[in-house]
């Protein structure tokens, strides 16, 4: 049933990495096996790179990763309790595709997470918390004007990241965490162009936060989530992907080919 398609795929080259992404991957070398899996199928969703439905084979993944199937399952399972993929009886694992209504709850969830967060970005963001902001809002528009898909997609997902860490909660950063990991799965889905990524509403978010006015900036974070559920179009079809070719850039998978 495994279609090799490919030409919706992004380019494969690794570009430059946002800050968040950069911490999990230079760490990778010291990491659990399962735990590198986990990471690259989770950035590789994050980053649509890894399209919704796609059935992640067990055995494909062992010769993609060079690892053992419990060492496949232990980080399946995990990806599966994350609701990023959905594991079926007698069928596998496959990448998570979220339905309408789970999109439009998972915005919601979005919507009060991130209501909380920005609350607390105000109260607690100091003069190099907001530096660190508008230096990412800057990169986010290099991406931009560069026209790095894949670039922009990485680092509009860790603006909000970004809003996280500064809160210091690490349990709320998980959690948004994996809401954005999930958004990126609703944006592959249903994003009817790049419309669905974020824009310059973080630019006015950041100068909220800088003027400590609480209530515009949780209005402009409320706001540009709604704007971006309001950019999908829940009628389009998705295909499915050639999981040698998600994976085959990266460093250690270099004996591959196909
Ligand atoms: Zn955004």
Redesign the pocket.
């Known amino acids: 049933m495994e279609k090799r398609e490919e030409r919706d795929l992004p380019p494969l080259k690794q570009s430059a990495r946002s800050p968040d992404m950069v911490i999990k991957k230079e760490t990778m070398g010291k990491q659990e096996p399962s735990e590198r899996v986990y990471l690259d199928i989770s950035n590789a969703i994050f980053e649509q790179r890894l399209k919704p439905s796609t059935k992640l084979g067990e055995q494909m993944l062992c010769e993609i990763f060079g690892v053992n199937r419990p060492v496949i399952r232990r980080a399946l399972m995990r990806l599966s309790y994350e609701t990023l993929v959905d594991i079926r009886p007698n069928r596998g694992a496959f990448v998570a595709s979220p339905s309408p209504e789970d999109a439009r709850q998972i915005f919601e969830a979005r919507r009060a997470v991130e209501e909380w967060i920005t609350r607390q970005c105000v109260a607690c963001a100091g003069p190099s918390d907001i530096e660190h902001l508008h230096a990412h809002v800057a990169m986010e528009a290099e991406a931009r004007r560069s026209g790095d898909r894949l670039h922009v997609i990485r680092l ?1 997902g860790a ?2 990241l970004e809003l996280a860490n500064i809160t210091k909660n690490s349990r709320m950063r998980r959690f948004l965490e994996e809401l954005v990991a999930q958004t990126s799965l609703i944006i592959s889905l249903y994003g009817k162009n790049d419309e669905s990524l ?1 824009d310059d ?2 630019a006015r978010i950041v100068e909220a936060i800088a003027q400590k006015d609480s209530e515009s900036a949780v209005k402009r974070i409320c706001a ?2 709604d704007s ?1 559920l309001s950019s999908l179009s829940f009628a389009e079809e998705n295909d499915s992907t050639d999981l040698r070719s998600i994976f085959m850039d990266q460093r250690h998978y270099n004996t591959l080919s196909s």
């Open positions: 509009s603006f909000h974020c509403d973080h540009h989530l971006c």
